[in-house]
């Protein structure tokens, strides 16, 4: 029969290496790279616009999220605003488009508050992440998200 000062280091060691094991698959899991070697990422929209909205939330304090894709010098941006800043969101819009024209000539901006531009541009985002899109695809999503910025 056994003691249980020999079962308790068993238990002890049992949950010891449950534990190590699942910790290190975590860590594996995550690790792991998304995309396999020689796989290349479609990005149709230029640069990455990650550095460019994280100036906008940072200069603009009222802005608490921005989202924006990009087809060639043509740059689509949607804002969110906290909720005292709501009244002004229209504003805030125009002053960061006029930012964006001041910081490069070249680039063509639109910038909107509107939470259905923000819905249709992460949709866009996300179904060029998945490489989904071919360039003539990306192309229309791109033209039908500029003729939504334009209705009032």
């Known amino acids: 029969m056994l003691s249980f000062k020999k ?3 068993i238990c002890i060691g049992a949950l010891l290496l449950i534990f190590v094991t699942a910790c290190t698959n975590g860590q594996a899991l995550d690790q792991r790279s998304p ?9 149709y929209a230029g640069y990455q616009q990650q550095p ?3 100036l906008i939330i940072d200069r603009f304090e009222d802005i608490i999220e921005v989202t924006s894709v990009m087809n060639d010098e043509e740059l689509l941006m949607a804002i969110k ?11 805030i819009a125009e002053e960061v488009e006029s930012f964006i024209k001041e910081s490069d000539q ?9 939470l259905k531009v923000f819905v249709e ?15 003539q695809e990306y192309d229309k999503a791109f033209k039908n998200l500029k003729k939504l910025l334009k209705t009032p």
């Open 52 to 54: 460019l909205n994280q």
């Open 106 to 114: 070249n680039m063509k901006p639109k910038v909107s508050s509107d």
């Open 121 to 135: 541009i992460d949709r866009l985002k996300y179904d060029l992440a998945d490489q989904n899109l071919s360039k």
């Open 81 to 91: 605003v906290d909720q005292v800043a709501q009244f002004n969101e229209q504003t």
């Open 7 to 9: 079962f308790l280091p």
């Open 35 to 43: 995309e396999p070697f020689g796989v290349k990422q479609t990005n």
